[in-house]
């Protein structure tokens, strides 16, 4: 046996849930993208979905992607710095720039990949990063792989924060990284006050848009703008697996940065260009957010009705904001139940456990998209209320 072997032949934590039958991963999707999507043969009311803008099924969007297909081919064999770079990235890079508010803008095949890249780019040795603490793990990746000394702050306190930002050398390069909508709970980063002490001890702001972008602010720009405070945000990333219905992210900031980025960041130089069809897919994504601003209105009005209603039955939902509603449970084994039972009750949600939360922070995340209608959020919600209760999570 190898030693490999030798060492993972005992790891049986699924296991331990699949005997149990409540083994929640991997489900293969077999039909379309949408509010309703068959899952192992079964339909399912979709409200695990990162796809706020409802546009992943959108014909435009597939037609514009089998364009490229057609006219690019379906990979680009290589980075963008070589023989990776079509017109159509370039245009893309172009458009986002604009949109976000900054001088220019760099695209990458992930989102993953632009945090996991810039942030070690931009800080290194004698430099901090500053990270809140439920900050997503592709920042967490970016500040582990960077040489700047490595902080966090407890999540959203402010006053932790300075604390901390009171210990460090005035004129060192500080970095402080922040979701902009946090991915699991659904509640804002307090960027105000973030930008208030940037300015009192010499620091620098990234935020990350993945959940803002389609979501909030001016033609969903996200929470940069939604603020009004893009100019003071040093760094802007943002994905295209969320709101604009494709794959890959991106950097924004100012013409000097990018230029350097551009030339420096390892998860852009040395790895391959995301394809035609995806690009082209978020290109168009793009097009549409800008010309159909009553998408952004649609998420905004089902949300609101599923605040509501889950307020109204009793589920405890913290602090959100936003169409991530966190369901808390506290309890692992329950949140896997929880989620086999609405699965099972035709209602698709995702568990979060450690280490995507604190272990005694579990829960089920409830996300909407503006495609969803009333109908069946309540259904959605129903179903869960039922649950809950007999579950005893809820009264
Ligand atoms: N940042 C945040 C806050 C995220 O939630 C995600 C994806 N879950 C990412 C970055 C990574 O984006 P991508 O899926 O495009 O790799």
């Given at each position: ?6 060492r ?29 999507v ?68 760099l ?9 996991a ?74 960027l105000p ?62 013409s ?21 069809a ?34 109204e ?53 409830f ?29």
């Open positions: 046996m190898g030693q490999l072997q030798e993972y032949k005992n790891y049986r934590e699924p296991q331990k849930f699949m005997a149990a039958g409540v083994y929640p991963y991997f489900r293969a999707i077999t039909s379309k993208q949408g509010t309703e068959e899952m192992e043969g079964h339909k399912v009311l979709m409200f695990g979905s990162n796809a706020y803008t409802g546009l992943t099924g959108d014909q435009r969007i597939i037609d514009a992607a089998k364009a490229a297909l057609d006219k690019y081919g379906s990979g680009c064999a290589g980075s963008r710095f070589l023989n990776g770079t079509l017109d159509l990235h370039i245009q893309l890079e172009k458009e986002l720039a604009e949109f976000e508010g900054k001088d220019d803008c695209c990458l095949s992930t989102g993953f990949s632009v945090n890249g810039v942030i070690p780019a931009v800080v290194g040795r004698g430099d901090y990063i500053i990270c809140d603490d439920r900050d997503h793990a592709s920042i967490v990746d970016g500040r582990r792989l960077s040489f700047a000394k490595q902080l966090h702050y407890k999540h959203n306190d402010m006053e932790d924060l300075e604390n901390l930002l009171k210990t460090l050398p005035y004129e060192a390069v500080k970095l402080i990284v922040v979701d902009g909508v946090f991915s699991m709970e659904g509640d804002l980063c307090k006050e973030i930008v208030e002490l940037k300015h009192k001890y010499n620091c620098s702001v990234m935020v990350d848009e993945a959940h803002g972008l389609g979501v909030f602010g001016k033609e969903g720009r996200g929470v940069c703008d939604y603020f009004g405070l893009t100019d003071e945000v040093d760094l802007i990333m943002g994905t295209f697996s969320k709101s604009l219905a494709s794959i890959g992210g991106f950097i924004a900031s100012d000097d940065t990018i230029n350097f980025l551009r030339h420096t960041c390892r998860t852009y130089i040395f790895s391959a260009s995301n394809t035609p995806a690009t082209a897919a978020a290109l168009e994504a793009l097009h549409i957010l800008k010309q159909e601003p009553e998408r952004i209105e649609a998420l905004w009005k089902v949300t609101n009705y599923a605040l509501r209603r889950f307020r039955e009793g589920f405890e939902i913290g602090d959100t904001e936003s169409p991530i509603i966190p369901l808390y449970v506290h309890d692992v084994d329950k949140t896997f139940l929880v989620t086999k039972l609405a699965f099972d009750a035709g209602v698709f949600i995702n568990p979060v456990i450690p280490p995507a939360c604190a272990p005694q922070d579990t829960l089920v995340r996300a909407l998209m503006a495609t969803h209608t009333e109908e069946q959020v309540e259904r959605g919600v129903q179903a869960l209320a039922k649950i809950f209760r007999e579950q005893n999570i809820i009264k």
